[in-house]
Nanobody
Framework: QVQLVESGGGLVQAGGSLRLSCTAS????????VGWHRQVPGKQREWVAT???????IYADSVKGRFTISRDNAKTTAYLQMNSLKPEDTAVYYC?????????????WGQGTQVTVSS
């Protein structure tokens, strides 16, 4: 069983910063890639950023230059540093990871953390 838990969301004023964390636990042999997505009520979930298996980072155009995705050396925690936040960044942010565990390789999602940016 693999679990992903996000934290770090909250309320911030426009122009401010937040850092989200995503910690993986369970029977994990390897975390292949990690990504962040976000969703506004009534809209489809939107991809935000990915930390690839090769160590590259890619970003949606809407957050490029403002958000940074990273992983710790133990590779059990991923982060999303969000700077210069805008009201349109308000959403529930979810992390997902492709994980190889005791049951094989699969994609897992966290429960989400709310980010609210006030104008």
């Amino acid at each position: 069983q693999v679990q992903l838990v996000e934290s770090g969301g909250g309320l911030v004023q426009a122009g401010g910063s937040l850092r989200l964390s995503c910690t993986a636990s369970g029977s994990i042999f390897a975390i292949i890639a990690v990504g962040w997505h976000r969703q506004v009520p009534g809209k489809q979930r939107e991809w935000v950023a990915t930390f690839t298996s090769g160590g590259s980072t890619i970003y949606a155009d809407s957050v490029k230059g403002r958000f940074t995705i990273s992983r710790d050396n133990a590779k059990t925690t991923a982060y999303l540093q969000m700077n210069s936040l805008k009201p349109e960044d308000t959403a529930v942010y979810y992390c997902n990871a492709r994980v190889t565990g005791a049951l094989g390789t699969g994609d897992y999602w966290g429960q989400g953390t709310q980010v609210t940016v006030s104008s």
